[in-house]
């Protein structure tokens, strides 16, 4: 290891990633806000504490607005970064958006609170990344660029470099591996981190999942070969299909060039906290906290594990786990072996369900697998299975562009539908993100049926007024800059700049 000193950051996906793997998205603002004044002491690169599911589960679920909750933590957490998990043009839904939405929500998330956008496209698809990346910037935001990490046939170590570099090109400000299935070993996350830190003049984070049990080895393998940031959530909440512990980190590098220089006992107090809080959840919690190494079969990422896990229970058939999840491989084959990451992991994993369920596969076709095949997500990463295109969408040639581009604007339209509902502009982009989710929100917000608020959170309240005053003040209007989408990824590179250069022992390929 090297003897220069360069700290390891840590990013905490306690209140987001590792709930959300764990525990089916269910952790709720009032078992956050007790603690979130202690975490926001420690020190962390950032807290990653919105975006991906907790959105959509917030209302679904949960009887919370989640504006109301980045509000509300913001609020007692000042000092540290927010980052969130942005799915490019699908937001923090299921499908594409049109572009004003797109625009909108960016800019009442960074009014609210964020400072990080970790964004990426489910596909790969560069271009469904591009409009969001390009509003960040314009507001100030730190983009952090990500690829889905995955195996197959058609992804190696090089599609990932070449993906980072034209990220960096497109102007992200970080770039992240998403290794949403802890899919990465040790020797690989060596690998591909020296190469991105040879190739990239910016910094580089690494995302993991400990299914396999091998996320605190890849980390460690990672810091080595100079990743400037790890996530990972408290101890009492890691692990398993989450991210590895906290905790574990300080005590590996503490007197190293790499002393990540946090408070270890501080961070114990919090994990008791969270230890005690975890009881509450015990209906949400997977059958087997433990390792399993068959993901690195499956490919099956934490978050949609959880979530499989429940509703196969809901629906009685739990005790056909492993052939749906042996289907889900046949099914990402098919469909040219996509990432597993959200909405992708959904749509494939909804469609191994019915394959299995039903007793025959493709007997019915999800209308989301039709839309996939026709290219409404982006284009597939490798050749589709033809048999299954024709009798999903018949002679029906799939698009070409960037599905956004079909879309009309949808801010308007959702304001004039969901009329005096919404209270606010963050109303109107919930409505046009979510629609029928969102409105039956509100209106059960409007009638009063909304969970009674928790002592704690009254105890914060005129912290919340205040940092709610700060952030009424509206954003400038801002002449929309035109998207350059007609590029080819090497048009796309600095010019002058070699796609791979040799250094020291990596050789080119």
């Not at 090297?2 to 764990?22: F, Y």
């Not at 060039?257 to 230890?275: G, H, N, P, S, V």
């Not at 284009?379 to 048999?387: K, N």
């Amino acid at each position: 290891m090297s003897t220069e000193k360069k700290p390891l950051r840590i990013t905490d996906t306690t209140l987001r990633d590792a709930h959300q793997s764990l525990l089916a998205t269910r952790w709720r603002i009032e078992d956050m806000l007790p603690i979130a004044a202690k975490i926001d002491q420690i020190g962390f690169h950032s807290v990653e504490m919105w975006g991906g599911a907790t959105f959509d589960s917030c209302m679904r679920f949960l009887g919370e607005d989640p504006w109301e909750r980045l509000r509300k933590l913001k609020a007692v957490m000042p000092n540290t970064p927010f980052q969130m998990l942005l799915r490019g043009q699908n937001v923090v839904g299921y499908k594409h958006y049109a572009d004003d939405v797109v625009e909108r929500f960016i800019v009442k998330a960074r009014e609210n609170g964020i400072d990080i956008f970790r964004i990426f496209d489910a596909l790969n698809d560069i271009r469904n990344m591009l409009w969001a990346m390009q509003v960040v910037k314009r507001e100030g935001g730190h983009v952090q660029a990500c690829f889905s990490y995955t195996t197959s046939p058609i992804h190696h170590i090089r599609t990932f470099v070449r993906m980072a570099k034209d990220m960096e090109d497109l102007g992200a400000d970080s770039v992240c591996i998403k290794d949403m299935a802890g899919l990465a070993t040790p020797e690989l996350a060596f690998e591909l981190v020296a190469r991105l830190k040879y190739e990239l003049d910016i910094p580089v984070q690494f995302h993991t999942h400990d299914t396999a049990g091998m996320a605190t080895a890849s980390c460690v393998a990672a810091a080595e070969a100079g990743v400037d940031v790890i996530d990972a959530s408290i101890s009492s909440l890691s692990s398993g299909t989450g991210q590895p512990p906290i905790e574990t980190f300080v005590g590996i590098f503490q007197g190293t060039a790499r002393d990540t220089q946090l408070d270890l006992d501080a961070l114990i107090e919090i994990a008791d906290f969270y230890k005690e809080r975890r009881t509450r959840y015990a209906k949400f919690e997977r059958g087997s906290r433990g390792v399993e190494v068959s993901v690195l079969r499956y490919q099956i990422p934490g978050g949609m594990l959880s979530n499989l896990v429940n509703q196969l229970r809901e629906q009685n058939a739990l005790d056909r786990y492993r052939e749906v999840t042996d289907e889900i491989q046949r099914v990402r084959a098919d469909l040219g072996y996509p990432p597993l990451v959200t909405p992708s992991s959904q749509i494939v994993g909804t469609q191994a369900t019915f394959n299995v369920l039903t007793g025959e596969r493709y007997g019915i076709i999800i209308d989301e697998v039709k839309q996939y095949l026709r290219n409404m997500y982006g284009t597939p990463p490798g050749p589709v299975d033809e048999d299954l295109r024709r009798k999903a969408i018949g002679d029906e040639e799939p698009i070409t562009c960037r599905p956004a581009d079909l879309l009309e604007p949808g801010m308007e339209q959702a304001r004039e539908e969901i009329g005096d509902l919404a209270k606010s502009e963050e109303d109107v982009i919930s409505y046009a993100i979510f629609g029928p989710l969102a409105r039956e929100f509100l209106e059960r917000r409007e009638a009063g049926g909304l969970p009674a608020t928790d002592p704690t959170v009254a105890a914060v309240a005129a912290l919340v007024a205040d940092a709610e005053g700060m952030l009424e003040t509206p954003v400038a209007d801002q002449s929309r800059p035109q998207v350059q989408l007609a590029v080819t990824p090497s048009s796309w590179r600095v010019a002058g700049r070699p796609r791979i250069r040799q250094v020291g022992g990596l050789p080119k390929w």
